[in-house]
């Protein structure tokens, strides 16, 4: 299907300026309509929608600047470019404050002039992709749960369907993939939404605290506690818990987190006293489950209570075609954050950022934007200078980067290995297996060094 024609409306009042231009806007491959004044340029305006305005500056009855006055105030964003044969320095510096987008002098340069079309022409289909994917975000499932591919789609297809359930869940996926975020949205559309959400990480807690922090504690229960104080299993009553980073709570934590699971009752420390709590658990790990097994992190009596509902999250490699989806999400949210006026990243910066393997996932691309876009203030683009530095210019070990948080290589390839053998060599039977996806096994095992 042939591309429409980028439409532009040429306002001069020059008999021959008009039939030169309008001969190479043709051969550049552009429509055009020609007004002879400001006054028919406002009315062509009306009727014939140009995607740019190429207008004369010195015109009788409306001058350009007056003319771009006139659309400014109807709301109209079109790219208006200035021509003039009596330039002043201070003229190109009210045209440019009242918005244009460029001012040429006359005779006109027509070299530049195509450049500088063929820039707005640029920016126009930039603005155009970036609404597109703003329309996305408004229809997407639920926010800030951002994505198109297929996998995210049956992400929150899977969310959706368990979210009134009371069920315990577990959420397995790379630093960074989003873990928080699905169990906010288990909580947002579930029947727990008018509950509290009580979030802690156990990676985050001296493990010599995290009792306290989930259970609670006794007034002088040891040495520092003044007052009684209520846990995290108290705070979420009626609502949902998310147990972060499950796979670093002390081995014998967990046979206590066991009994609270299958009975609901609850215990301070310090105190004899035992009450029962409504809550809903939802855990998260960043470590294979069956490896934090093998490697005695995790209890296996406490993984499968936990796992009546699994959700494994596709490292962000792995859905690249999302990224300009998860850029547009976070541009809206930094231009309310920091007050600034992006509308969106051109085509080489996405191409970088595209091609950059995001070790760190979403998190670190949110970061990479939030960096670019203070970077860029004052402009309306991130270009590709505003870029990390590691990203314009990412060496080789970039392209693949295991999760920093395996414990050793050697044992997980041997699990993957395993898995591959007991399933017959069978990628997508192992891959259901070891609770990943086909293609981050795929991933892991070239990394290995594995021909699985």
């Known amino acids: 299907m042939a591309s429409v024609p980028t439409k532009i409306l040429l306002v001069d009042d020059d008999p021959d300026i008009q039939e030169i231009l309008q001969i190479c806007l043709k051969q550049w491959g552009f429509e055009s309509a020609i007004a002879s004044n400001g006054n028919e340029g406002a009315l062509l305006a009306d009727s014939f929608h140009p995607d740019i305005i190429l207008s004369d500056v010195m015109m009788p009855d409306m001058s350009g600047i007056e003319l771009l006055r006139s659309l400014q105030a109807n709301g109209s964003s079109r790219p208006v470019i200035l021509m003039t044969g009596y330039s002043t320095v201070d003229m190109a510096v009210e045209a440019m404050k009242q918005g244009a987008r460029d001012f040429l002098t006359k005779p006109l340069d027509y070299t530049k002039l195509k450049s500088v079309l063929d820039a707005a022409q640029k920016d126009l289909k930039a603005r155009k992709q970036s609404k597109k994917l703003s329309s996305q975000l ?9 994505g198109a591919t297929k996998v995210m789609k049956d992400l929150d297809t899977l969310i959706r369907s368990v979210a009134h359930s009371d069920a315990s869940a577990l959420i397995w996926g790379e630093s960074g993939t989003g873990k928080e975020v ?19 990480n156990m990676a985050a807690i001296p493990k010599e605290l995290i009792e306290s922090e989930l259970f609670g504690h006794a007034k002088g229960a040891f040495t520092g506690a003044t007052d009684e104080r ?9 609502g949902t818990l998310f147990l972060d980073e499950i796979a670093e709570m002390p081995v014998d934590l967990q046979t206590r987190l066991l009994r609270v699971l299958e009975d609901g009752k609850i215990r301070r420390l310090g105190s004899s006293e035992e009450f029962t709590v409504n809550v809903r658990i939802i855990a998260a790990t960043n470590q294979m489950p069956q490896l934090a097994m093998e490697n005695g992190r995790l ?12 959700f494994v ?13 998860l850029i547009q999400h976070f ?6 954050k920091h007050g600034l006026s992006i509308e969106a990243v051109r085509d080489d910066a996405m191409r970088l950022l595209k091609r950059y393997s995001w070790p760190g996932n979403v998190r ?11 970077v860029a203030r004052g402009s309306s683009w991130i270009e590709s200078h505003d870029l990390p530095p590691y990203i314009q210019n990412p060496s080789k070990e970039d392209f693949f980067v295991l999760p920093p948080d395996v414990p050793t290589a050697r044992v997980q390839k041997e699990l993957l290995l395993k898995a591959l053998d007991k399933a017959g060599q069978n990628k997508a039977e192992a891959a259901k297996e070891l609770g990943l996806d086909v293609r981050t096994l795929s991933n892991m095992l070239k990394a290995f060094g594995a021909k699985g």
Request: net charge neutral; hydrophobic share 40%; glycine share 6%.
């Open 331 to 336: 541009i809206e949210e930094l231009n309310q």
């Open 364 to 374: 670190e691309l949110k970061n990479a934007i939030e960096r670019s876009a203070i």
């Open 138 to 146: 408004t229809r997407s499932g639920c926010r800030p749960l951002v």
């Open 230 to 238: 209520p846990g995290c299993f108290e705070l979420a009553n009626e």
């Open 299 to 310: 209890r296996e009596d406490l993984y499968f209570r936990l796992n009546v509902i699994s």
């Open 182 to 200: 699905v169990a906010r949205c288990l909580h947002d559309l579930g029947k727990r939404a008018a509950g509290p959400f009580i979030a802690v």
């Open 313 to 325: 999250l596709p490292p962000l490699r792995d859905r690249k075609d999302d990224i300009p989806l």
